[in-house]
């Protein structure tokens, strides 16, 4: 018999072979070539892969194809699915391990940055200069050294730097809150003692500080991402969760401390110091657990990406470390999102005090911040879907665009009513409404920056990303200060809506060259993509 060879590769989204009926099945040699993203996740090549594709995670079916293709520890699919490792099967337990320890951090850090306000006003009354040096340096700390953390992150050991940042946060909270305590009782009354006193709790405000920072990004932004890749949890529904987290801790501590404050400030002091002190065992614990349970963790990002050439400006130098993140494709998602914090359109100390001196009254903000809150909750469940649908890219830009069109339609209102409280309450409903818009956009971005920086510089970037949201929060702050009387509120009305624009434009000038290079018909395709080789003979 005369055999016929014909060899021919082509790229497919979804391959089925049928034979028809009567016919002897041909003998097929197939050579599978599957591309895998850093994060480990199947993927189109280079020349094929968009950051506008959504993001398909793998469920396992209930019988592989192959075993033992990945370094003897995945099993991988010919319908394109994948499961890594040992550790799915106490993947649920481990999420929740991270979730605690998560929580834990959050809630302490927003019970002691709100209720230490509370302490030093409360400590020296009648002037408002103590509390503004302390939250300035504190602010100015976190600018400064943000970069250094972000290095210290990438060469460090995982569980060393996160256990670190929990050593430091406890610590610098319980000597703190033993400082307060010291004040308010008087127990050193004489001038010279206060301030001393004083400096060294503004020093421990910015140990604090740092040490959040540094939780923050090793968690948020490296954590998460490894237990997501080891497990069968995918990163959109985790990052939610971990959000969820946030909005949570961010309501409801400054709540819980200022009710409890209200009873009596020492109470609140001594409060702080024990929920400080009882949690920190169950932090080092659980994420301790979580590391020695996922073996990735336990890999050095730099020892892994040694044979990588190192990206462009990576220096181990603060300036360095700006060239980095400036000339990252990553910068335009992750500096607009930084822009956002130069903003006075949140429930937040400018905005409240606004809304009292037009006639709200503490338990109508209340409500009202409740009700927001609600919304930012909800685009934790919107924005993962809407992701799944569309991609991160082009859900960042939908997002952000909702979040302008709220605030412009706000602004505009606001400036146009006839009375101020009147004017108020179009603001409120409008930046109500843009809360989804705001946390929609702020997934889709961590989404966006995972899964593009690179493994071994994820806290640098990360780190330059939170010192330059200081700098716009700190911004925000003098620009209250310079229109401090409640007729003036509207420019920094104004310029906070103008900021949102600007976010808006810098992110979609990054996105547009997708946005050109796909049609809508790719943009709704899944991106696992097997290079295919078949003889038939």
Known sequence: MHNTSLGFQFWIWLCVITDGPGRNPPSFTIRTSIMYSESGELEAPPDARSPLLPRKRISPPSEPAQSNLVDGTSQVYLDGSQQIGPETAGGKKLHYLLYISHFLSTWNSRLFEFGAILFVTSIYTGTLLPTSAYALIRTAAAILFSPSIGKYIDSGNRLRVVRQSIVMQRCAVAVSCIGFWILMKGILDTPGLKVTILGILTFLACIEKLGSVMNTVAVERDWVLVVAESTTLELKVLNSQMRRIDLFCKLMGPLAIALVNGISTQLAIMACLALSVMSVGIEYWAIARVYYNVSSLQINPRMSNSARINPAGAEQTTLGSLSFYYHHPAFAASFSLSILYFTVLSFAGQM??????????????????????????????????????????????????????????????????????????????????????????????????QEEVESNYRGTFSSVEASFQNIFELGSYIMTMIFARPEQFRYPVLMSSVAVLVAGILNGHRCQPELHEYNLESVFSFDEVFQVEITMD
């Not at 005090?353 to 909750?377: H, K």
């Not at 991160?392 to 709220?406: E, G, T, V």
Request: net charge positive; proline share 4%; glycine share 8%.
């Open 352 to 449: 409240v005090a606004y809304l009292l001196t037009v006639g709200y009254d503490s338990p109508r903000i209340g409500t009202v911040r409740t009700l927001s809150v609600l919304f930012e909750m909800s685009a934790t469940w919107i924005a993962p879907k809407v992701m799944a649908r569309i991609g991160p890219l082009r859900a960042a830009m939908w997002f952000i665009n909702w979040q302008i069109i709220c605030l412009l339609i706000g602004t505009s209102l606001f400036w146009h009513a006839s009375q101020p409280l009147v004017g108020a309450s179009f603001l409120i409903c409008a930046v109500v409404a843009s809360r989804i818009g705001l946390w929609g956009f702020d997934l889709s971005v961590q989404i966006i920056i």
